[in-house]
Protein backbone atom coordinates (compact mmCIF):
# COMPACT_ATOMS: atom_id res chain seq x y z
CA UNK A 1 0.00 0.00 0.00
CA UNK A 2 2.76 2.27 -0.30
CA UNK A 3 2.80 5.47 -2.08
CA UNK A 4 3.38 5.85 -5.69
CA UNK A 5 6.85 7.80 -6.28
CA UNK A 6 6.32 11.33 -6.34
CA UNK A 7 8.11 14.47 -5.00
CA UNK A 8 5.18 16.00 -3.37
CA UNK A 9 5.21 16.72 0.61
CA UNK A 10 3.49 14.69 2.48
CA UNK A 11 0.44 15.98 4.22
CA UNK A 12 0.56 16.05 8.41
CA UNK A 13 -1.51 14.53 11.00
CA UNK A 14 -1.00 15.14 14.90
CA UNK A 15 -2.76 12.81 16.85
CA UNK A 16 -3.24 13.90 20.49
CA UNK A 17 -3.22 17.20 21.50
CA UNK A 18 -1.53 17.83 24.59
CA UNK A 19 1.43 18.87 26.22
CA UNK A 20 3.93 17.77 23.88
CA UNK A 21 2.42 18.39 20.56
CA UNK A 22 0.81 22.01 21.63
CA UNK A 23 1.78 23.02 25.19
CA UNK A 24 -1.89 23.34 26.10
CA UNK A 25 -2.89 20.84 29.33
CA UNK A 26 -6.79 21.45 28.94
CA UNK A 27 -6.29 23.99 32.52
CA UNK A 28 -4.21 26.29 30.17
CA UNK A 29 -0.50 26.50 29.37
CA UNK A 30 1.74 23.97 30.88
CA UNK A 31 3.71 25.17 33.47
CA UNK A 32 6.83 22.75 32.39
CA UNK A 33 10.10 24.04 30.06
CA UNK A 34 7.35 22.94 27.04
CA UNK A 35 4.85 25.82 27.37
CA UNK A 36 4.82 26.09 23.64
CA UNK A 37 4.74 22.29 22.54
CA UNK A 38 7.06 20.84 20.42
CA UNK A 39 5.25 18.65 17.80
CA UNK A 40 3.16 21.64 16.37
CA UNK A 41 5.82 24.04 16.03
CA UNK A 42 7.94 21.82 14.28
CA UNK A 43 5.55 20.80 11.90
CA UNK A 44 4.34 24.61 11.87
CA UNK A 45 7.77 25.34 10.20
CA UNK A 46 8.78 22.24 8.05
CA UNK A 47 5.28 23.32 6.35
CA UNK A 48 6.94 26.89 6.12
CA UNK A 49 9.58 25.31 4.42
CA UNK A 50 7.73 23.25 2.15
CA UNK A 51 8.79 20.14 3.88
CA UNK A 52 5.04 18.53 4.58
CA UNK A 53 2.01 20.47 2.40
CA UNK A 54 -0.50 22.81 3.66
CA UNK A 55 -2.49 20.39 5.23
CA UNK A 56 -1.79 19.82 8.60
CA UNK A 57 -4.89 18.20 11.08
CA UNK A 58 -4.57 17.35 14.98
CA UNK A 59 -6.97 14.72 16.24
CA UNK A 60 -7.74 14.47 19.96
CA UNK A 61 -11.16 13.34 22.03
CA UNK A 62 -12.77 16.63 22.73
CA UNK A 63 -13.89 19.38 20.04
CA UNK A 64 -14.48 21.92 22.66
CA UNK A 65 -11.22 22.38 23.57
CA UNK A 66 -9.44 23.67 19.91
CA UNK A 67 -10.41 27.33 20.17
CA UNK A 68 -8.48 27.19 23.15
CA UNK A 69 -5.92 25.69 21.57
CA UNK A 70 -6.12 27.85 18.72
CA UNK A 71 -5.30 30.68 20.59
CA UNK A 72 -3.13 29.45 22.64
CA UNK A 73 -0.83 28.52 19.57
CA UNK A 74 -1.22 31.86 17.88
CA UNK A 75 -0.28 33.97 21.00
CA UNK A 76 2.76 31.14 21.54
CA UNK A 77 4.03 30.36 18.05
CA UNK A 78 1.68 32.68 15.34
CA UNK A 79 2.04 36.34 17.14
CA UNK A 80 5.63 35.55 17.97
CA UNK A 81 7.35 33.88 15.42
CA UNK A 82 5.02 34.80 12.58
CA UNK A 83 5.04 30.79 11.42
CA UNK A 84 0.83 30.22 10.37
CA UNK A 85 -0.37 28.02 13.01
CA UNK A 86 -3.58 27.16 11.03
CA UNK A 87 -4.49 23.46 10.78
CA UNK A 88 -7.84 21.27 10.84
CA UNK A 89 -9.23 19.72 13.98
CA UNK A 90 -10.67 15.90 14.77
CA UNK A 91 -13.64 15.89 15.93
CA UNK A 92 -15.61 18.84 14.38
CA UNK A 93 -17.74 20.80 16.64
CA UNK A 94 -17.53 21.08 19.91
CA UNK A 95 -18.35 16.92 20.71
CA UNK A 96 -16.43 14.39 22.46
CA UNK A 97 -15.24 11.47 20.33
CA UNK A 98 -12.70 9.05 21.66
CA UNK A 99 -12.45 7.64 18.01
CA UNK A 100 -12.10 10.47 16.17
CA UNK A 101 -8.68 9.91 15.27
CA UNK A 102 -10.44 7.44 13.06
CA UNK A 103 -12.00 9.88 10.56
CA UNK A 104 -8.45 11.77 10.51
CA UNK A 105 -7.02 8.70 9.40
CA UNK A 106 -9.57 8.03 6.71
CA UNK A 107 -9.58 11.55 5.67
CA UNK A 108 -5.64 10.73 4.95
CA UNK A 109 -3.88 9.45 2.01
CA UNK A 110 -1.48 6.96 1.74
CA UNK A 111 1.89 8.49 1.76
CA UNK A 112 1.32 10.99 4.60
CA UNK A 113 2.83 10.89 7.79
CA UNK A 114 0.96 10.63 11.22
CA UNK A 115 2.53 11.68 14.45
CA UNK A 116 1.41 10.05 18.01
CA UNK A 117 1.49 11.78 21.33
CA UNK A 118 -1.36 9.96 23.17
CA UNK A 119 -1.66 8.07 26.43
CA UNK A 120 0.28 4.46 26.40
CA UNK A 121 -2.40 2.25 25.98
CA UNK A 122 -3.84 4.01 23.14
CA UNK A 123 -0.47 3.57 21.16
CA UNK A 124 -1.28 0.09 19.53
CA UNK A 125 -4.92 0.48 18.18
CA UNK A 126 -4.22 4.19 16.48
CA UNK A 127 -0.53 2.72 15.07
CA UNK A 128 -2.48 -0.02 13.56
CA UNK A 129 -5.30 2.51 11.79
CA UNK A 130 -2.56 4.56 10.37
CA UNK A 131 -0.37 1.87 9.19
CA UNK A 132 -3.49 -0.25 7.63
CA UNK A 133 -3.60 3.04 5.79
CA UNK A 134 -0.40 3.33 4.45
CA UNK A 135 0.66 6.17 6.52
CA UNK A 136 3.95 6.35 7.53
CA UNK A 137 4.18 6.44 11.49
CA UNK A 138 6.10 8.72 13.93
CA UNK A 139 5.41 6.98 17.14
CA UNK A 140 5.82 8.58 20.60
CA UNK A 141 8.02 6.26 23.14
CA UNK A 142 7.48 3.72 24.65
CA UNK A 143 5.90 2.51 21.41
CA UNK A 144 3.23 0.16 22.75
CA UNK A 145 3.12 -1.84 26.23
CA UNK A 146 3.99 -5.22 24.74
CA UNK A 147 6.42 -6.72 22.87
CA UNK A 148 3.82 -8.66 21.23
CA UNK A 149 2.20 -5.55 19.94
CA UNK A 150 5.48 -3.68 18.89
CA UNK A 151 6.39 -7.08 16.73
CA UNK A 152 2.69 -7.12 15.24
CA UNK A 153 3.23 -3.28 14.12
CA UNK A 154 6.61 -4.01 12.53
CA UNK A 155 5.16 -7.05 10.90
CA UNK A 156 2.01 -4.35 9.36
CA UNK A 157 4.53 -1.57 8.82
CA UNK A 158 6.51 -4.04 6.48
CA UNK A 159 3.61 -5.74 4.69
CA UNK A 160 2.73 -2.03 3.60
CA UNK A 161 5.94 -0.68 2.43
CA UNK A 162 5.35 2.05 5.29
CA UNK A 163 8.38 3.78 8.15
CA UNK A 164 7.50 3.01 11.37
CA UNK A 165 10.17 5.27 13.96
CA UNK A 166 10.21 6.09 17.14
CA UNK A 167 10.58 9.26 18.72
CA UNK A 168 13.75 8.94 20.80
CA UNK A 169 14.99 12.12 19.82
CA UNK A 170 18.24 11.62 22.87
CA UNK A 171 19.56 9.96 19.68
CA UNK A 172 19.53 13.47 17.83
CA UNK A 173 21.66 14.78 20.74
CA UNK A 174 24.80 16.02 19.89
CA UNK A 175 26.64 14.52 22.49
CA UNK A 176 24.64 11.31 23.09
CA UNK A 177 25.67 10.71 19.58
CA UNK A 178 29.12 11.60 19.79
CA UNK A 179 29.07 8.96 23.49
CA UNK A 180 27.25 6.48 21.48
CA UNK A 181 30.63 6.27 18.99
CA UNK A 182 32.81 6.47 21.64
CA UNK A 183 31.29 3.63 23.70
CA UNK A 184 32.21 1.36 20.65
CA UNK A 185 35.72 1.74 20.83
CA UNK A 186 35.78 1.13 24.94
CA UNK A 187 35.90 -2.60 24.93
CA UNK A 188 33.29 -4.96 26.38
CA UNK A 189 30.35 -3.49 28.29
CA UNK A 190 30.54 -3.98 31.99
CA UNK A 191 27.50 -1.40 33.86
CA UNK A 192 25.43 1.23 32.75
CA UNK A 193 23.42 3.39 35.21
CA UNK A 194 20.75 6.08 34.34
CA UNK A 195 18.72 8.40 36.10
CA UNK A 196 15.62 10.58 35.16
CA UNK A 197 13.29 12.29 37.22
CA UNK A 198 10.29 15.17 36.59
CA UNK A 199 8.87 16.80 39.74
CA UNK A 200 5.74 15.37 41.77
CA UNK A 201 3.37 18.57 39.63
CA UNK A 202 4.19 16.60 36.28
CA UNK A 203 1.51 13.86 38.17
CA UNK A 204 -1.09 17.08 37.77
CA UNK A 205 -0.39 16.88 33.91
CA UNK A 206 -0.81 13.21 33.77
CA UNK A 207 -3.38 12.58 36.03
CA UNK A 208 -6.31 10.78 34.06
CA UNK A 209 -3.82 7.98 32.74
CA UNK A 210 -0.48 7.82 35.60
CA UNK A 211 -0.37 4.35 37.27
CA UNK A 212 -3.42 3.39 35.61
CA UNK A 213 -2.67 2.70 31.70
CA UNK A 214 0.93 3.46 32.14
CA UNK A 215 3.45 3.89 34.39
CA UNK A 216 6.44 5.99 35.18
CA UNK A 217 9.05 3.52 33.78
CA UNK A 218 7.15 3.38 30.63
CA UNK A 219 7.56 7.18 30.70
CA UNK A 220 11.16 8.06 31.22
CA UNK A 221 13.20 5.09 31.61
CA UNK A 222 12.35 4.50 27.91
CA UNK A 223 14.85 7.25 27.13
CA UNK A 224 18.32 6.27 28.36
CA UNK A 225 17.19 2.37 27.46
CA UNK A 226 16.72 3.13 23.94
CA UNK A 227 20.19 4.62 24.24
CA UNK A 228 22.03 1.67 25.89
CA UNK A 229 20.38 -0.56 23.40
CA UNK A 230 21.26 1.56 20.32
CA UNK A 231 24.96 1.68 22.09
CA UNK A 232 25.47 -2.29 22.44
CA UNK A 233 23.80 -3.04 18.86
CA UNK A 234 25.78 -5.78 17.28
CA UNK A 235 28.08 -6.20 20.54
CA UNK A 236 25.59 -7.36 23.23
CA UNK A 237 22.23 -8.68 24.42
CA UNK A 238 19.89 -8.18 26.97
CA UNK A 239 19.11 -11.33 28.70
CA UNK A 240 17.15 -10.96 32.58
CA UNK A 241 15.62 -8.23 34.30
CA UNK A 242 14.01 -7.42 37.71
CA UNK A 243 12.24 -4.38 39.04
CA UNK A 244 11.66 -2.93 42.32
CA UNK A 245 9.22 0.16 42.94
CA UNK A 246 8.67 2.88 45.78
CA UNK A 247 5.59 4.34 46.58
CA UNK A 248 3.55 6.47 48.89
CA UNK A 249 3.56 10.60 47.01
CA UNK A 250 1.48 9.51 44.02
CA UNK A 251 -0.95 7.72 45.74
CA UNK A 252 -1.62 10.87 47.37
CA UNK A 253 -1.70 12.73 44.49
CA UNK A 254 -3.59 10.95 42.24
CA UNK A 255 -5.81 9.09 45.11
CA UNK A 256 -5.11 5.19 43.96
CA UNK A 257 -1.91 3.41 43.91
CA UNK A 258 1.08 3.93 41.86
CA UNK A 259 4.69 3.77 41.66
CA UNK A 260 6.44 6.96 42.37
CA UNK A 261 9.81 5.56 41.55
CA UNK A 262 10.75 2.38 39.38
CA UNK A 263 14.60 0.80 39.55
CA UNK A 264 14.81 -1.59 36.42
CA UNK A 265 18.02 -3.82 36.87
CA UNK A 266 19.23 -5.44 33.92
CA UNK A 267 21.73 -8.40 32.72
CA UNK A 268 23.38 -8.07 29.68
CA UNK A 269 25.43 -10.85 27.72
CA UNK A 270 28.17 -10.15 25.17
CA UNK A 271 27.84 -11.41 21.83
CA UNK A 272 31.55 -11.45 21.05
CA UNK A 273 33.01 -12.81 24.37
CA UNK A 274 31.65 -14.48 27.48
CA UNK A 275 31.63 -11.46 29.28
CA UNK A 276 28.33 -10.10 31.25
CA UNK A 277 27.80 -6.55 32.09
CA UNK A 278 24.58 -5.04 34.50
CA UNK A 279 22.46 -2.06 33.69
CA UNK A 280 20.57 0.47 36.20
CA UNK A 281 17.97 2.24 34.94
CA UNK A 282 16.24 4.67 37.24
CA UNK A 283 12.94 6.97 36.30
CA UNK A 284 10.60 9.10 39.23
CA UNK A 285 7.92 11.30 38.79
CA UNK A 286 7.96 12.44 42.28
CA UNK A 287 11.40 15.09 42.49
CA UNK A 288 11.08 17.88 43.70
CA UNK A 289 11.48 21.04 41.22
CA UNK A 290 14.87 22.58 40.80
CA UNK A 291 16.49 24.29 38.19
CA UNK A 292 15.60 21.64 35.53
CA UNK A 293 12.83 20.36 34.87
CA UNK A 294 13.95 16.67 34.28
CA UNK A 295 16.65 15.83 36.28
CA UNK A 296 19.12 13.07 34.10
CA UNK A 297 22.37 11.76 34.16
CA UNK A 298 23.92 8.58 33.02
CA UNK A 299 27.41 6.52 33.64
CA UNK A 300 28.53 3.72 30.86
CA UNK A 301 31.37 1.21 31.94
CA UNK A 302 33.74 -0.79 29.23
CA UNK A 303 36.58 -2.60 30.03
CA UNK A 304 38.36 -0.25 27.93
CA UNK A 305 37.22 3.27 29.69
CA UNK A 306 34.03 5.07 30.92
CA UNK A 307 31.78 7.86 30.31
CA UNK A 308 30.06 10.54 32.56
CA UNK A 309 26.98 12.73 31.45
CA UNK A 310 25.29 15.04 33.06
CA UNK A 311 22.47 15.61 30.40
CA UNK A 312 20.41 18.11 32.75
CA UNK A 313 23.49 20.30 33.36
CA UNK A 314 25.21 21.63 30.37
CA UNK A 315 26.78 24.43 32.24
CA UNK A 316 24.66 27.38 31.14
CA UNK A 317 22.09 28.91 33.80
CA UNK A 318 19.68 31.93 34.07
CA UNK A 319 18.67 33.95 36.74
CA UNK A 320 15.64 36.46 36.81
CA UNK A 321 14.33 39.14 39.23
CA UNK A 322 10.96 36.27 39.14
CA UNK A 323 11.29 34.38 42.29
CA UNK A 324 12.40 30.79 41.74
CA UNK A 325 13.33 31.88 38.47
CA UNK A 326 16.76 30.07 38.70
CA UNK A 327 17.37 27.63 35.61
CA UNK A 328 20.03 25.50 33.88
CA UNK A 329 19.35 25.37 30.18
CA UNK A 330 19.38 23.11 27.26
CA UNK A 331 19.23 25.02 24.25
CA UNK A 332 20.10 21.43 22.29
CA UNK A 333 16.92 20.08 22.83
CA UNK A 334 15.06 22.87 22.36
CA UNK A 335 15.31 26.88 21.02
CA UNK A 336 12.49 28.56 22.24
CA UNK A 337 14.17 32.22 21.55
CA UNK A 338 13.96 33.24 18.35
CA UNK A 339 17.32 34.48 15.75
CA UNK A 340 18.01 38.07 15.16
CA UNK A 341 14.87 38.53 13.07
CA UNK A 342 12.20 37.02 15.35
CA UNK A 343 12.03 33.73 13.40
CA UNK A 344 12.00 30.67 14.75
CA UNK A 345 15.38 29.34 15.57
CA UNK A 346 15.67 25.45 16.96
CA UNK A 347 16.26 23.62 13.35
CA UNK A 348 19.42 21.91 14.92
CA UNK A 349 17.92 21.30 18.39
CA UNK A 350 17.49 17.36 18.51
CA UNK A 351 13.91 17.78 19.60
CA UNK A 352 13.52 19.48 16.48
CA UNK A 353 15.84 17.16 14.39
CA UNK A 354 14.03 14.19 15.55
CA UNK A 355 10.64 15.05 13.56
CA UNK A 356 12.49 16.68 10.67
CA UNK A 357 15.15 13.45 10.05
CA UNK A 358 11.73 10.88 10.12
CA UNK A 359 10.27 13.60 7.22
CA UNK A 360 13.28 13.89 4.90
CA UNK A 361 13.17 10.14 5.43
CA UNK A 362 9.21 9.98 4.48
CA UNK A 363 10.07 12.16 1.80
CA UNK A 364 13.10 9.91 0.77
CA UNK A 365 10.70 7.17 -0.30
CA UNK A 366 8.34 9.05 -1.48
CA UNK A 367 10.57 10.25 -4.18
CA UNK A 368 11.91 6.71 -4.31
CA UNK A 369 15.26 7.85 -3.28
CA UNK A 370 15.43 5.15 -0.42
CA UNK A 371 13.04 2.09 0.82
CA UNK A 372 11.56 2.11 4.67
CA UNK A 373 13.47 -1.51 4.99
CA UNK A 374 16.41 0.95 4.58
CA UNK A 375 16.12 2.95 7.34
CA UNK A 376 17.06 0.50 10.02
CA UNK A 377 20.31 1.24 9.00
CA UNK A 378 20.10 4.82 10.39
CA UNK A 379 16.84 5.80 12.24
CA UNK A 380 15.33 4.35 15.71
CA UNK A 381 12.60 2.13 13.38
CA UNK A 382 10.48 -0.17 14.77
CA UNK A 383 12.43 -3.16 13.41
CA UNK A 384 15.75 -1.67 15.65
CA UNK A 385 14.01 -0.99 18.70
CA UNK A 386 12.35 -4.49 19.89
CA UNK A 387 14.80 -4.69 22.85
CA UNK A 388 13.38 -1.51 24.79
CA UNK A 389 10.05 -2.44 24.62
CA UNK A 390 10.72 -5.75 25.76
CA UNK A 391 12.63 -4.79 28.61
CA UNK A 392 9.94 -2.23 29.87
CA UNK A 393 7.43 -5.22 30.02
CA UNK A 394 9.79 -7.23 31.81
CA UNK A 395 9.94 -4.48 33.97
CA UNK A 396 6.49 -4.18 34.23
CA UNK A 397 6.05 -7.80 34.27
CA UNK A 398 8.80 -8.17 37.13
CA UNK A 399 6.84 -5.74 39.54
CA UNK A 400 3.64 -7.46 39.14
CA UNK A 401 5.19 -10.95 40.26
CA UNK A 402 6.99 -9.95 43.58
CA UNK A 403 10.21 -8.92 41.82
CA UNK A 404 10.37 -11.86 39.73
CA UNK A 405 13.57 -12.26 37.14
CA UNK A 406 12.20 -12.35 33.87
CA UNK A 407 13.73 -13.95 30.85
CA UNK A 408 14.39 -12.39 27.62
CA UNK A 409 14.13 -14.93 24.33
CA UNK A 410 15.61 -14.64 20.88
CA UNK A 411 15.17 -16.15 17.29
CA UNK A 412 18.09 -18.43 16.33
CA UNK A 413 20.62 -15.37 15.82
CA UNK A 414 20.11 -13.59 19.25
CA UNK A 415 19.17 -10.23 17.20
CA UNK A 416 15.68 -10.16 17.44
CA UNK A 417 13.90 -10.80 21.21
CA UNK A 418 10.31 -12.80 19.67
CA UNK A 419 9.48 -13.18 23.74
CA UNK A 420 8.97 -13.10 27.68
CA UNK A 421 9.45 -15.71 30.19
CA UNK A 422 8.73 -15.07 34.04
CA UNK A 423 11.08 -17.29 36.00
CA UNK A 424 10.47 -18.88 39.25
CA UNK A 425 12.69 -17.39 41.34
CA UNK A 426 14.03 -13.78 42.32
CA UNK A 427 17.61 -14.38 39.96
CA UNK A 428 17.50 -16.50 36.79
CA UNK A 429 21.02 -18.07 35.31
CA UNK A 430 22.35 -16.18 33.06
Known amino acids: MADSSTNSPPSSLLIGTGEYTTGWTGNGASDSDKGAGVVGLVFFDLRSRGKVSERICMAGTNGSKFPDIRQHLKEKIEDFYGLSTAFENFPKGEVRNYEAYKD ?13 FTPDDTHYQIAKACLERGLHVMLTKP ?33 YRDARSRIQNLGEFNYFYAYMSQPTQQLETFKAWAGKSSDISYYLNSHHIDFHVWSQRGRSIPVTVQAMGSNG ?36 WTDAQAD ?86 FLPTGNTTRQMTAILEAGRMSLDNAGKAVRLLYD ?6 IGLELQDSLRANM
Not at 164 to 171: A, D, F, I, P
Not at 256 to 268: A, M, Q, S
Not at 412 to 417: K, M
Open 104 to 116: AVQSMSPGDVAVI
Open 143 to 175: AVKTLKEHIDLVDIAAKNGVLLQLEVHKRFDPI
Open 249 to 284: VARKVLDRECEDTITLTVNWKSLNSNSNGVAVYTSS
Open 292 to 377: VWSQQRWFYLGSEGHINVDQAHRGYTVATNEPGKFKSQNPLFFRYTPDERGRYAGHQCYGHLSFERFVDAVNDIRSGKCTAADCDE
Open 412 to 417: DNAQGV
